[in-house]
């Protein structure tokens, strides 16, 4: 039975020290279950997880106003946080002494429930998690079973990258709390089927990062080709060893860990669980930076595997070069921001229609952008800018940093070539993957500087009429 209006009797609640629900009336027990959680575990209704939260962060009382919402209805809620005097355990008390239910707009439990079957029919599902990627809920397409399997896991744990490359960039996003879009994955367990991923930022009533929700789409198109391409290559014993010496087997086997070790450690620094003491957010944060050094690393060497194939090819898409280097700025606005670095872009109404690569050119544009960023002075300008060149369109990346020596401006293009730096984050292998990358697209990758007048980067690629 539904409970609403005042309450002759609060709805009571208690959680210990680790946020864990451990007794809870029928009614919040419910609406917890309903939100994805599981008895004894995480409180999982974000609205009242939070808000316990800021109670133990400001060491106070707390009596706010809550919504949350089940699978039918909006819940409207006068909430009391209790802390427990003298428990050594960090018990918190929850005391609900209002409870107002209403159908959610547009939306009945049949309705609901008949959308939710259309959804999996179609090959589509979603997923809800907490701020560490821990899934509360979720809906996978022709997986019944998933809600008791999943529940409590990582979202990093369920899912493979079909493109291991973008796993750095999935984490990056959620890092910066962007919108995730476009991740293509492979589910690890069960019937293993691809996915298109994308997911939003959810931001609660405190303006506090509560988690996640993604949407899944079944990708049948590239299901079928990889069963077909499965079955009707035959593997060469040196392909299998070169193939799966690092691509099939390092590079999986790396990623895993070391996304939740970014995930994790950037949950810590951002201070997401609680206050913390400053030199360990830093430590933290120190973490999660070399994680993602790492993951770079791991992505730069799969990268490098796969363009040394004598079968590499790229595709010849409709692409455009102002799209692109604005999209490409985007992913690494807070990189430059934390160094004060202004990137200016080209006017976003102008059109520079190209052939090439949509995720091989946002890579290499991804590539240019971040080492001006990590080779500037605090507080610099990089400026990009399109051209037309007859036959070919080209972007350029300037940056305002030490300049290339004429005799280093062609090594820098080689394997493993950092000019004798260290300690900068770079593997070596940015500039080689990228001018190989460009070639294979029928374009070039050049560059122009001087010593003390910074460095000019120039991408050309076929152009096409607008």
């Not at 291991?164 to 492979?186: D, F, T």
């Not at 010849?316 to 160094?339: E, F, Q, S």
């Not at 007048?453 to 120039?458: A, D, H, P, V």
Request: net charge negative; charged share 25%.
């Amino acid at each position: 039975m539904p409970v609403t209006g005042n309450l002759a009797e609060p709805v009571r609640g208690q959680l210990d020290g680790d946020g864990r629900l451990v007794s809870a009336d029928p009614p919040l027990l419910r609406l917890h279950l309903h939100c994805g959680g599981y008895e004894g575990g995480p409180l999982a209704v974000p609205q009242l997880s939070n808000l316990c939260r800021l109670s133990r962060q400001l060491n106070m009382n707390l009596s706010r106003p809550v919504q949350a919402a089940d699978e039918d209805n909006l819940i409207n809620m006068w909430v009391e946080i209790r802390l427990q005097p003298g428990d050594q355990y960090g018990n918190i008390g929850i005391s609900i002494v209002d409870w107002k239910e209403a159908p959610a707009p547009s939306t009945s439990s049949q309705a609901s429930g008949r959308q939710r079957d259309f959804d999996r029919l179609n090959g589509r599902g979603s997923i809800r998690t907490d701020a560490s990627l821990r899934i509360m809920a979720l809906s996978m397409p022709g997986d019944l079973d998933a809600v008791e399997k999943y529940i409590g896991q990582s979202l990093l744990d369920i899912f493979d990258f079909v493109e291991p490359s973008k796993q750095s960039v999935l984490v990056e996003s959620i890092s910066e709390r962007q919108p995730v879009r476009g991740q293509h994955v492979r589910q690890r367990n069960g019937k293993r089927s691809f996915y298109n991923l994308s997911g939003q930022p959810l931001i609660d009533n405190d303006g506090l990062f509560s988690g996640y929700r993604f949407a899944l789409e079944l990708d049948e198109e590239r299901e079928a080709k990889e069963n077909k391409d499965e079955a009707s290559l035959p593997i060469k014993k040196s392909e299998l060893i070169s193939d799966s010496l690092f691509g099939s087997q390092l590079g999986p086997a790396l990623r895993q860990p070391l996304g939740k070790i970014i995930a994790n450690a950037e949950t810590i620094g951002s201070r997401l669980e609680g206050p913390l003491r400053g030199d360990y957010s830093d430590y933290a944060k120190d973490i999660a930076s070399a994680g993602r050094h790492l993951m770079d690393l791991v992505n730069d060497l799969s990268d490098l595997e796969a363009i040394q194939r004598t079968s590499f090819s790229v595709a010849a898409d409709d692409i455009d070069l102002v799209d692109l280097a604005h999209r490409a700025a985007g992913l690494l606005a807070v990189k430059a921001a934390d160094h004060q670095i202004r990137i200016d872009l080209p006017d976003k109404d102008k059109e520079m229609p190209v052939k090439g690569e949509f995720r091989r050119v946002l890579q290499v544009l991804v590539n240019l952008i971040g080492n001006a960023i990590r080779y500037s002075p605090d507080g610099s300008v990089i400026k990009l800018q399109v051209v037309s060149e007859g036959e070919f369109s080209a972007i350029t990346v300037r940056d305002q940093g030490d300049g290339i020596a004429e005799d280093d401006q062609q090594r820098i293009f080689e394997k493993f070539e950092r000019l004798g730096r260290s300690g900068d984050g770079g593997s070596g292998l940015g500039l080689f993957i990228s001018r190989r990358l460009a070639n294979a697209m029928d374009g070039s990758l050049t560059v122009e500087s001087a010593v003390g007048k910074g460095s000019t980067f120039k991408l050309s690629l076929p152009s096409r009429a607008a």
